[in-house]
């Protein structure tokens, strides 16, 4: 069966400070993976995505960036956290079905981070 | 582009049934329905791919209008273990095809 892993679970880190989220899955091959953000009222905002080894899209501006070294790793990164990074991130797999709209995700447990 | 879900929070009894509602100003080629507990990851509970498609599983159940472009979750006859934060995601035609999620409806039971 497949399965996601997510880490560290939470963390504080400080303004200015580096960030390095991981997200690896097992049971699959060719997964698609995705990066949310889910903030306090603004639901779950799509930050990244990936169809393979080094194919990143990202859907929002900012000063985050992803990364898949491999085919079922995931890595979310910041060189310099702001106090607006703050949030709940969640890693995300789909199984590329061929038919447009039909990808349902499996999320990880998240990634709890809070910037002072 | 982020879909609209209304109510934002709902209280009910036990036993009571409820309607969440997601609306699109845009045109919606298929529309995915979450659950997230507090504290835990989003689950996935049923996708609609078609306009007219309904579907439902236990006493929860969904419909897909794709002309008014909007979506209803129907919870029937509510118990505890439904309460949460249920999430719309919806697939826009012409887009690279990943969810963008409303800001969710939280969902509270009491016995």
């Known amino acids: 069966s497949q399965t996601i892993h997510q880490w560290p679970a939470t963390l504080v880190q400080p303004v200015g400070s580096p960030l390095s989220l991981e997200c690896t899955v097992e049971?699959?091959?060719?997964?698609?993976l995705y990066w949310y953000r889910q903030a306090a009222g603004r639901g779950l905002q799509l930050l990244f995505y990936?169809?393979?080894?080094?194919?990143i899209s990202s859907e929002v501006p900012q000063n985050l960036s992803a990364s898949r070294p491999q085919d079922r790793q995931f890595i979310l990164s910041s060189k310099k956290l702001l106090l607006s990074d703050s949030g709940f991130y969640l890693c995300?797999?789909?199984?590329?079905?061929?038919?447009?709209?039909?990808?349902?995700?499996?999320f990880g447990a998240g990634s709890r981070l809070t910037v002072l | 582009q982020q879909p609209v879900q209304s109510p934002q929070a709902v209280i009910l009894r036990e036993g009571e049934d409820a309607v969440i509602n997601c609306s699109s100003s845009?045109?919606?080629?298929?529309v995915h329905w979450y659950r997230q507990k507090h504290g835990e990851a989003p689950v996935f509970l049923m996708i609609?791919?078609?306009?007219?498609e309904q579907k439902g599983h236990d006493k929860i159940s969904a419909s897909f209008n794709e002309k008014k472009q909007q979506s209803s979750l129907y919870l029937t006859a509510s118990q505890l273990s439904y309460s949460g934060t249920y999430f719309c995601?919806?697939?826009?035609?012409?887009?690279?095809?990943?969810?963008?999620f409303g800001k969710g409806t939280k969902l509270s039971v009491k016995p």
């Open positions: 609609l791919l078609k306009g007219g």
């Open positions: 990936s169809v393979g080894i080094g194919q």
């Open positions: 049971g699959t091959s060719n997964p698609n």
């Open positions: 995601g919806t697939v826009y035609g012409g887009s690279q095809g990943n969810l963008i």
């Open positions: 995300a797999w789909s199984v590329p079905t061929g038919l447009f709209g039909a990808n349902v995700l499996t």
């Open positions: 845009k045109a919606l080629y298929s």
